[in-house]
T-cell receptor, first 111, second 113 residues
Framework: GQQVMQIPQYQHVQEGEDFTTYCNSS?????IQWYKQRPGGHPVFLIQ?????EVKKQKRLTFQFGEAKKNSSLHITATQTTDVGTYFC???????????FGAGTRLAVHP | DTEVTQTPKHLVMGMTNKKSLKCEQH?????MYWYKQKAKKPPELMFV???????INESVPSRFSPECPNSSLLNLHLHALQPEDSALYLC????????????FGPGTRLTVT
């Protein structure tokens, strides 16, 4: 079945350092979404990528979708304490009518 | 209004109890979802309703029974749960199907004793 692998599982950085999380799918994805879940909170939608090679930016966050539409990344430049939380990717492939979530990357930011 | 509401926030129930979780959205979304989330794990899909009809049941045990009374409401009826069912239960909605972004509610923290 469809699987979405996400690494690293956990990362802690000093405030101001950069952070990247990666997702890889066993199948070609029709779209990939990214969500952020703060500690004690619920997942909040960040962005969706649809096109091969797509790059989208939101302030300090940069999202990429691979050329083969099997991988994606989220990069945060100059992390802040407000970036703390778990970042999930969630992908959908044409044959599956549901989103498959990656395991998530927990980000800790030390001031 | 981009909010999904869920009640109750917390629920403690015994293994012989019957209880219900409720979810509501007023965004005009036609797809609604129930997820189960254990600590430090991703949300795990349980059910999907599309246009008020059950479209996906991820082989969830029958002690969980979903219901969609109308396009704005989603219920999850619980009966004879097990302690391992203790988790955060999240409701979500999206425009039509999961091609669109999902809006999650705050969840119900369920403890089964």
């Amino acid at each position: 079945g469809q699987q979405v692998m996400q690494i690293p599982q956990y990362q802690h950085v000093q405030e101001g350092e950069d952070f990247t999380t990666y997702c890889n799918s066993s199948t070609t994805l029709s779209n990939i979404q990214w969500y952020k879940q703060r500690p004690g909170g619920h997942p909040v939608f960040l962005i969706q990528l649809v096109k091969s090679g797509e790059v989208k930016k939101q302030k300090r966050l940069t999202f990429q979708f691979g050329e083969a539409k099997k991988n994606s990344s989220l990069h945060i430049t100059a992390t802040q304490t407000t970036d703390v939380g778990t970042y999930f990717c969630a992908g959908r492939s044409g044959g599956y009518n549901k989103l498959i979530f990656g395991a998530g990357t927990r980000l800790a930011v030390h001031p | 209004d981009t909010e999904v509401t869920q009640t109750p926030k917390h629920l403690v129930m015994g293994m012989t109890n019957k209880k219900s979780l409720k979810c509501e959205q007023h965004m005009g979304h036609r797809a609604m979802y129930w997820y189960k989330q254990k600590a430090k794990k991703p949300p795990e899909l349980m059910f999907v309703y599309s246009y008020e009809k059950l479209s996906i049941n991820e082989s969830v045990p029958s002690r969980f029974s979903p219901e969609c009374p109308n396009s704005s409401l989603l219920n999850l009826h619980l009966h004879a749960l097990q302690p391992e069912d203790s988790a955060l239960y999240l409701c979500a909605s999206s425009q039509v199907d999961n091609y669109y972004e999902q809006y999650f509610g705050p969840g119900t923290r369920l403890t089964v004793t």
